[in-house]
């Protein structure tokens, strides 16, 4: 088993000893080479007084003074150490106290000058802790007899010495190639790697999902280890069938009319086992209410711990979809045990929420469960059934008749509670996501041709507010989805471009952001001149959702006291934690005080809440789930930066890839940012961001008024502001950094005498 520093010293605290085979464990370091290394790592941090050790066991040193950070660096050879706390200072580090450190390196540093109002505090690293680029893209050139590999990434100030068959190098000097890191700067050796793969002649030679794979190193296969375990993985019965000792303390849900309602890319074969993890039942009660059931597939009864199968999972984080290509959690095998399919019973974990007819969730309650998928729909078969449901036989017109309560009904009502409490809904141009919740988003995203996508949304959140308010409730560990209020700084270019457009977009409250803001301002975009933009931008002032182990607010859906995403565990490793969770809830859970008390409560059950005044879990069980989540949810909110970081590059590349074969050709398009060398152009049509660098205006002398996010020309008081509509001719386009150079061809405004105030 591999293991980072960081994640050994993730294991210890101030004030607890640890012992080595704790570690071992932990670690999963089965072999002697692995246990090897990390006697090796202890005893090196014991020497440089990271760690401390009594009566043979280990514990962190206390005030050791060091910071922990992760590096920036620029192409200009200075760094910075980025504090993981909002509001800790940056320390600025100089090229000669790196100490081989490279650019995205997680790093114990030492400050050794402090800071002031004007300078930053200076540090020097005392410590790697974490690696950042295990490989890397580089271009391969020829130096006297030696072959070295220069990185594309400019950040990355050194060259690598190539460990490969000369045959092979001669062929791929000056191509784009994949290096897997060998052995990093060791004293006065330099980087030493391997070529894995020869890319092209250049980044555009290159297919756009190899380079984002290569360049955040992300997994195009399973291990040996889990590929093997998946071949012995359990199949379904051939029958469909659930056996009867499966049974066993589930609730029997059969022969409730169920749905399963997917993404038509979600269901193509053609992408092996389709992954429907998610299927919904619904029934009216007395008294106007609903007993909606939400049915996640039960991955955790079928992935143990610490299986082959389990550690891949874990490793990945996420699955991670790149057009095309999907980089999963788990190997085909486990999908089809797994997984949701028609005509075929499944193992599931059930939330059935019962809601008024206000759409308010009045009592809930969370069991394993058994279901039986009678229709699997895509989401334009289920607005078809909605929109034609005259003339069907008997079984689909109970089917159009379960989607018409499901989404004319229940779905306006709940939405309209979200509404009450300052939800806001995006409305986005494609929103084509594998998640039925809000995924990584952070908010509920509608779309006039796919309208359904939204109302599913909608009654899935409910499951992950459920699951929250449960674990909260029950002081049980958990892992809660946190999303912070947007940055001021981010807002403030979008409030100034709103009011040049003569929208009416200002903050209720002064110096702070809230959901209703945002209410508002989706509002006013949707009757603005540029919908289509303006949202775009909007979508981008969000703040990424991430985990934690106590809840908080989650902005994009204006919930202030916990929110849990659980309805993909089959993509998520956080939401199987939470499967497990909930499984070690009904098996080994206290459902009285004491043995001598004669009623029990429903562990599964909101009544519950009230009632339990005694510790749910054994002590033992509860420690050791609160120091797991503590040490793998860091790890997992690195591994979904990674995944969205990669989303999002892919999607950057396909657009430079398009407007490179449209250079030339001119479009309109909209100022959506002003700096002092130039201003950046939202294309309307193609929602592509490009640059008009200030060098490229001849017409006149431009010069930067900030107060009023503007460029003004000296002579004849042509202005370029936000909101301005201009038209563009591209210019030129590179590629891999992903930069699209313009130059205006006409529009712009007549500079006011504000505008030629000096600032």
């Known amino acids: 088993m591999k293991f980072s520093i960081a994640t050994l010293l993730s294991q210890f605290s101030h004030d607890k000893l640890v012992a080595g085979k704790v570690l071992e464990k932990k670690l999963n370091c089965q072999e002697t080479e692995s246990t090897e290394k990390l006697q090796i790592a202890l005893d090196v941090l014991e020497k440089i007084g990271i760690l401390s050790k009594e009566m043979g066991k280990y514990r962190r040193s206390p005030d050791d003074g060091l910071v922990e950070a992760k590096l920036r660096c620029s192409s200009k050879g200075f760094c910075f150490a980025i504090q993981d706390e909002e509001e800790a200072d940056d320390i600025y580090v100089k090229e000669s106290h790196l100490s081989t450190a490279w650019n995205g390196d997680r790093v114990l540093v030492k400050v050794i000058k402090e800071g002031s109002r004007r300078r930053s505090p200076e540090g020097e690293v005392s410590l790697i802790l974490e690696r950042a680029n295990p490989s890397l893209l580089a271009r391969v050139k020829q130096a006297s007899e030696e072959y070295r590999a220069v990185p594309l990434d400019d950040r990355l100030l050194f060259e690598v010495n190539l460990k490969t ?145 389990d550690l891949e999972a874990k490793h990945r984080g996420t699955a991670i979809y790149l057009g095309e290509i999907i980089l999963p959690l788990f190997p085909d095998e486990v999908v089809r045990r797994c997984a949701l399919a028609p005509g075929q019973e499944r193992l599931t974990l059930s939330v059935l929420l019962t809601l008024d007819k206000t759409g308010q969730v009045v009592e809930y309650e969370i069991q394993p469960s058994a279901i039986a998928i009678d229709h699997q729909l895509t989401y334009q078969e289920a607005q078809s059934l909605l929109s034609n449901p005259e003339g069907l036989d008997k079984e689909m017109s109970a089917v159009a008749k379960m989607l018409d309560d499901l989404f004319f009904n229940l779905s306006p009502s709940v939405k309209a509670q979200r509404l009450q409490r300052g939800g806001f809904d995006l409305a986005l141009e494609s929103v084509e996501s594998p998640y039925k919740d809000d995924g990584r988003l952070g908010a509920i995203a509608t779309s006039s041709t796919l309208p359904i996508s939204a109302m599913l949304a909608e009654l899935m959140v409910l499951a992950g507010k459920a699951i929250s308010e449960h674990l909260h409730a029950l002081s049980l560990p958990g892992i809660y989805c946190v999303q912070g209020d947007p940055d001021m700084m981010e807002l403030e270019d979008l409030i100034k471009l709103g009011n040049n457009l003569k929208l009416n977009i200002e903050l209720g409250l002064e110096e702070e952001v809230r959901p209703q803001d945002y209410q508002h301002f989706t509002q006013e975009i949707a009757n603005s001149p540029a919908p289509k933009v303006l949202n775009h931008f909007l979508k981008y002032t969000l703040k990424s959702r991430h985990y934690s182990t106590h809840p908080g607010t989650y902005f994009g859906l204006a919930y202030t006291d916990g929110y849990c995403q659980c309805v993909s565990p089959g993509q998520r490793y956080a939401d199987l934690l939470l499967q497990r969770l909930l499984h070690v809830l009904f098996e080994e859970g206290r459902d009285r005080r004491s043995s001598r008390s004669k009623k029990g409560v429903n562990l599964g059950s909101s009544t519950s809440h009230g009632e339990v005044k005694w510790t749910v879990l054994p002590a033992a069980i509860q420690t050791a789930w609160e120091e797991e989540l503590a040490t793998v949810i860091p790890y997992l909110n690195d591994r979904e930066k990674l995944a969205q970081d990669a989303e999002t590059d892919l999607e950057g590349l396909k657009k430079a890839e398009q407007m490179k074969e449209r250079t030339g050709e001119v479009f309109q398009g909209l100022i959506t940012g002003v700096q002092s060398y130039g201003f950046f152009v939202e294309i309307e049509e193609l929602l592509v961001e490009g640059l008009v660098h200030v060098s490229s205006l001849k017409d006149d002398w431009y010069e930067y008024r900030s107060r009023h996010s503007c460029l003004v020309g000296r002579k004849y008081r042509q202005a370029y502001r936000l909101g301005d509509q201009v038209e563009v001719q591209v210019k030129s386009v590179d590629y891999y950094r992903q930069q699209i150079d313009l130059v205006t061809v006409g529009g712009g405004s007549e500079a006011s005498n504000e505008d030629l105030e000096d600032d």
């Open 165 to 309: 068959e000369e045959e092979e190098l001669a062929e791929a000097i000056d191509h784009l190639v994949h290096v897997e890191i060998l052995r990093y700067p060791l004293g006065g050796n330099p980087p030493l790697g391997h070529v894995t793969k020869v890319l092209g002649s250049d980044a555009e030679a290159a297919a756009d999902t190899d380079i984002v794979c290569c360049k955040h190193d992300l997994p195009q296969k399973f291990s040996p280890e889990a590929q093997e375990a998946a071949k012995s993985f359990p199949r379904p019965a051939s029958s469909g069938k659930i056996a009867k000792a499966e049974l066993k303390n589930r609730l029997d849900l059969r022969k409730l009319l169920t749905l399963a309602i997917d993404n038509e890319s979600v269901l193509k074969t053609d992408r092996g086992t389709p992954l429907v993890e998610n299927a919904v039942t619904l029934q009216k009660l007395k008294g106007g209410q609903w007993q909606l059931g939400i049915h996640v597939a039960d991955f955790a009864r079928y992935v143990t711990p610490d299986s082959p199968l």
